[in-house]
């Protein structure tokens, strides 16, 4: 029989919960109030303790114990961290998933996870009744909301107090699976990554020194897997109303008010929010005195983004650019002022976008761009001699406590995706940078969505980052059109409002001309609004508009 386990990390939960027991853990909306803005509840951390036991209790019960995957789809709520902490309570395998990857592929995602216990909402037990084959080992069932047909117990059923005493566990080692979860797809197939123990310890350490051990206070949270963090260093998490799969639809109005009603210290968000938050604080004047940290992740921040922020907020405001991926959360980080003190500058001359140094204990070097496996580091060393064309730039790839050294689904992603050197295990990012003097990482674009010309690859965020700053365009995505070798470079086009094309054209063929690295760009083609990735709403889907950008000259005839 398996041992009795659980994560050694919900001790430091248990301590704050002993020395805190009235302090607000989770504040989230429930219905509005007059005028529109939303009514919040509050949860206690005592309140979540015993929610979260309880549950681990009838978990048990059912027989869900260590290494039991058990697919989560909860939407994001005080019944989420309550079942994911009553998961690592019993030390089973929560399995999440963005829904909006499309019911086809989640699917596929779903079934490859094999789980044996199944928690969701009215709207996922009727996926995985519809879809039964895909579920075939499920045998534990929990509804979260109201009772679905022939689903099992509501979680509500379940009470929110234990109702024996706690059976007595043993931390698990720091190499079990604590979580598997899968990549969105954006750029790639999506992928069921394994983070252990260690791995999830690890990223709490790194949240708590990057910000200088300092405690918490309150935060907003826009990501889950935040929530998890700061409930286990002590913060109150705020969860402004948002739809997890439109994070970018979030009402800006919302979260100044969440800020400003709850004396939100730190936030965590995309870019998606970001960037209408700014807006609407510029557009009506309104301020955010409690604020003392932004951390943003998700997809690079625009630069003038970051210096809009430093503007609107306090003087002391520490604005962070987070880099990091489903396997390696966080890699890097930047603070506004470092990043705004010559590094946009160089950004804007062709370098590529600065994400920082290398977070606490994680290393970072740069391999040869290649599209083939790299299963040890001497085979790294045998494709040196074809970097020459890539002028300095190569795949990131990094290894530490916080990163993820293998896959759950597929196996070939571990052929793929991971380097072993002795003892370390490189994680393969798939994204392409440089590292310059200062072990500061420049992000110059993902492997898989460089050019392929006659005269060598380019790098799509390197040549955007040239024509961002063209008054009247609100982005731009470099893609390219024909055979592999031979690709044509086009320049996809998203307008700011009210801009004129032929005058924003106009602009982007005299910048071309005065920097080299952009010079290959010959055509220019306007976008009415780029397709963006689910998770965070602002990962620009460049393979789509590849498509779209070979049949428009296509029907040009150019």
């Given at each position: 029989?398996?041992?009795?386990?659980?994560?050694?990390?919900?001790?430091?939960?248990?301590?704050?919960?002993?020395?805190?027991?009235?302090?607000?853990?989770?504040?989230?909306?429930?219905?509005?109030?007059?005028?529109?803005?939303?009514?919040?509840?509050?949860?206690?951390?005592?309140?979540?303790?015993?929610?979260?036991?309880?549950?681990?209790?009838?978990?048990?019960?059912?027989?869900?114990?260590?290494?039991?995957?058990?697919?989560?789809?909860?939407?994001?709520?005080?019944?989420?961290?309550?079942?994911?902490?009553?998961?690592?309570?019993?030390?089973?395998?929560?399995?999440?998933?963005?829904?909006?990857?499309?019911?086809?592929?989640?699917?596929?995602?779903?079934?490859?996870?094999?789980?044996?216990?199944?928690?969701?909402?009215?709207?996922?037990?009727?996926?995985?009744?519809?879809?039964?084959?895909?579920?075939?080992?499920?045998?534990?069932?929990?509804?979260?909301?109201?009772?679905?047909?022939?689903?099992?117990?509501?979680?509500?059923?379940?009470?929110?107090?234990?109702?024996?005493?706690?059976?007595?566990?043993?931390?698990?080692?720091?190499?079990?699976?604590?979580?598997?979860?899968?990549?969105?797809?954006?750029?790639?197939?999506?992928?069921?990554?394994?983070?252990?123990?260690?791995?999830?310890?690890?990223?709490?350490?790194?949240?708590?020194?990057?910000?200088?051990?300092?405690?918490?206070?309150?935060?907003?949270?826009?990501?889950?897997?935040?929530?998890?963090?700061?409930?286990?260093?002590?913060?109150?998490?705020?969860?402004?109303?948002?739809?997890?799969?439109?994070?970018?639809?979030?009402?800006?109005?919302?979260?100044?008010?969440?800020?400003?009603?709850?004396?939100?210290?730190?936030?965590?968000?995309?870019?998606?929010?970001?960037?209408?938050?700014?807006?609407?604080?510029?557009?009506?004047?309104?301020?955010?005195?409690?604020?003392?940290?932004?951390?943003?992740?998700?997809?690079?921040?625009?630069?003038?983004?970051?210096?809009?922020?430093?503007?609107?907020?306090?003087?002391?405001?520490r604005v962070y650019a987070g880099y990091g991926a489903t396997e390696a959360?966080?890699?890097?980080?930047?603070?506004?002022?470092?990043?705004?003190?010559?590094?946009?500058?160089?950004?804007?001359?062709?370098?590529?976008?600065?994400?920082?140094?290398?977070?606490?204990?994680?290393?970072?070097?740069?391999?040869?761009?290649?599209?083939?496996?790299?299963?040890?580091?001497?085979?790294?060393?045998?494709?040196?001699?074809?970097?020459?064309?890539?002028?300095?730039?190569?795949?990131?790839?990094?290894?530490?406590?916080?990163?993820?050294?293998?896959?759950?689904?597929?196996?070939?992603?571990n052929t793929m995706g991971k380097i072993v050197d002795g003892p370390t295990?490189?994680?393969?990012?798939?994204?392409?940078?440089?590292?310059?003097?200062?072990?500061?990482?420049?992000?110059?674009?993902?492997?898989?969505?460089?050019?392929?010309?006659?005269?060598?690859?380019?790098?799509?965020?390197?040549?955007?980052?040239?024509?961002?700053?063209?008054?009247?365009?609100?982005?731009?995505?470099?893609?390219?059109?024909?055979?592999?070798?031979?690709?044509?470079?086009?320049?996809?086009?998203?307008?700011?409002?009210?801009?004129?094309?032929?005058?924003?054209?106009?602009?982007?063929?005299?910048?071309?001309?005065?920097?080299?690295?952009?010079?290959?760009?010959?055509?220019?083609?306007?976008?009415?609004?780029?397709?963006?990735?689910?998770?965070?709403?602002?990962?620009?889907?460049?393979?789509?508009?590849?498509?779209?950008?070979?049949?428009?000259?296509?029907?040009?005839?150019?």
């Amino acid at each position: 029989m398996s041992a009795t386990v659980y994560w050694r990390a919900l001790d430091r939960f248990r301590e704050i919960v002993a020395a805190h027991p009235k302090r607000e853990a989770v504040i989230y909306p429930a219905g509005a109030r007059p005028g529109g803005l939303p009514e919040y509840r509050r949860l206690s951390y005592a309140e979540l303790d015993d929610w979260s036991a309880a549950i681990a209790e009838r978990f048990a019960a059912a027989g869900v114990a260590r290494g039991t995957r058990t697919i989560v789809l909860v939407t994001p709520g005080p019944e989420l961290y309550a079942v994911l902490y009553g998961l690592f309570t019993v030390g089973a395998v929560p399995v999440v998933i963005d829904p909006g990857m499309g019911l086809r592929k989640m699917l596929r995602c779903l079934r490859a996870a094999d789980a044996e216990a199944f928690v969701g909402v009215p709207r996922a037990q009727a996926v995985r009744v519809l879809f039964r084959p895909y579920f075939r080992r499920v045998r534990v069932t929990v509804t979260v909301g109201g009772r679905w047909f022939r689903c099992g117990p509501t979680l509500a059923s379940w009470g929110r107090e234990p109702v024996a005493a706690e059976p007595l566990r043993e931390p698990a080692p720091d190499d079990d699976p604590l979580l598997i979860a899968y990549t969105t797809g954006s750029t790639g197939p999506a992928k069921a990554v394994v983070l252990t123990h260690g791995n999830i310890s690890a990223m709490i350490d790194q949240v708590d020194a990057a910000r200088e051990r300092i405690a918490p206070g309150t935060s907003l949270i826009t990501a889950p897997v935040a929530g998890i963090l700061e409930l286990l260093l002590g913060s109150r998490c705020v969860l402004p109303p948002l739809i997890p799969s439109r994070v970018g639809s979030t009402d800006p109005a919302h979260v100044v008010d969440a800020v400003n009603r709850f004396g939100v210290r730190t936030m965590f968000a995309s870019p998606a929010v970001l960037i209408p938050l700014l807006r609407h604080v510029e557009e009506r004047g309104v301020a955010l005195p409690s604020l003392r940290s932004v951390y943003s992740g998700g997809a690079p921040v625009p630069d003038w983004c970051i210096a809009g922020l430093r503007r609107v907020l306090p003087g002391d405001v520490r604005v962070y650019a987070g880099y990091g991926a489903t396997e390696a959360l966080p890699m890097s980080t930047v603070e506004s002022r470092e990043l705004l003190g010559g590094l946009v500058e160089r950004a804007h001359r062709g370098a590529g976008v600065c994400v920082g140094r290398p977070a606490k204990d994680v290393r970072a070097r740069i391999v040869p761009i290649t599209d083939e496996p790299l299963p040890t580091w001497a085979d790294v060393r045998a494709w040196e001699s074809d970097s020459a064309r890539s002028r300095g730039v190569g795949e990131l790839v990094v290894a530490g406590p916080n990163v993820s050294t293998r896959y759950f689904w597929p196996e070939a992603a571990n052929t793929m995706g991971k380097i072993v050197d002795g003892p370390t295990v490189w994680h393969r990012t798939g994204d392409l940078a440089w590292i310059d003097e200062e072990q500061r990482i420049w992000f110059c674009g993902r492997k898989s969505q460089r050019v392929h010309t006659a005269a060598g690859p380019l790098f799509t965020v390197q040549l955007e980052q040239v024509f961002n700053t063209v008054p009247g365009v609100a982005r731009t995505a470099l893609v390219g059109v024909g055979a592999r070798g031979a690709q044509r470079p086009v320049l996809c086009v998203e307008l700011e409002p009210g801009a004129d094309a032929g005058q924003v054209e106009a602009e982007l063929r005299s910048r071309r001309e005065r920097f080299e690295v952009a010079a290959p760009v010959r055509k220019f083609l306007f976008h009415p609004g780029f397709p963006v990735d689910v998770r965070h709403n602002a990962k620009i889907g460049r393979e789509r508009l590849a498509v779209w950008a070979q049949r428009r000259l296509q029907k040009e005839n150019v």
